[in-house]
């Protein structure tokens, strides 16, 4: 997380190593993620962090 600063947007894309980085960004006020992942964005919405889920065409047969 030192990599990370208050007011960066950053991508999380689908993975479960990404999605372990939630807990650390929750300890900023203002980062904003954005991710194409419904599970993480859904976790990141629960730990008070800025979400925008990347829209497109949902498929039956995925998992979440």
């Known amino acids: ?10 991508i999380i894309d689908s993975s479960s190593t990404a999605a372990c980085m939630l807990p ?12 194409n992942n419904l599970s993480t964005a859904l976790r990141a919405i629960e730990l008070g962090i800025n979400t925008y889920c990347i829209g497109g065409k949902t498929n039956a047969k995925s998992s979440l």
């Open 1 to 10: 997380s030192t990599l990370l600063k208050e007011g960066q947007n950053i």
């Open 24 to 35: 650390y960004i929750a300890k900023f006020n203002s980062i904003t993620i954005f991710t």
